[in-house]
């Protein structure tokens, strides 16, 4: 496997986009999580629990992005 190719089938790096942050502009991001709670009304288990919705933040601003919330999230969550 060649440097520019990705581990998924047929993807290569020339062929993608930068993603920047959307305040400051930087090109590194680590994965972070929001968790939602789960009420035991609705949980199939009948207890309380969290559920984890994975997303990136900045590594320079902590800025997370408006492309990495999902939909259902974005008029739900408070972001610093």
């Known amino acids: 496997m060649n440097q520019t190719q990705l581990r998924g089938p047929g993807v290569d790096v020339k062929q993608t986009s930068e993603v920047k942050c959307e305040k400051c502009d930087?090109?590194?991001?680590?994965?972070?999580?929001?968790?939602?709670?789960v009420s035991a009304l609705v949980n199939p288990?009948?207890?309380?629990?969290?559920l984890p919705i994975p997303t990136f933040y900045c590594t320079s601003c902590g800025n997370v992005n408006e492309e990495f919330i999902p939909t259902e999230l974005k008029n739900k969550i408070q972001l610093v």
């Open 26 to 37: 930087n090109v590194t991001f680590n994965q972070g999580v929001f968790l939602r709670k």
């Open 45 to 50: 288990e009948g207890r309380d629990a969290y």
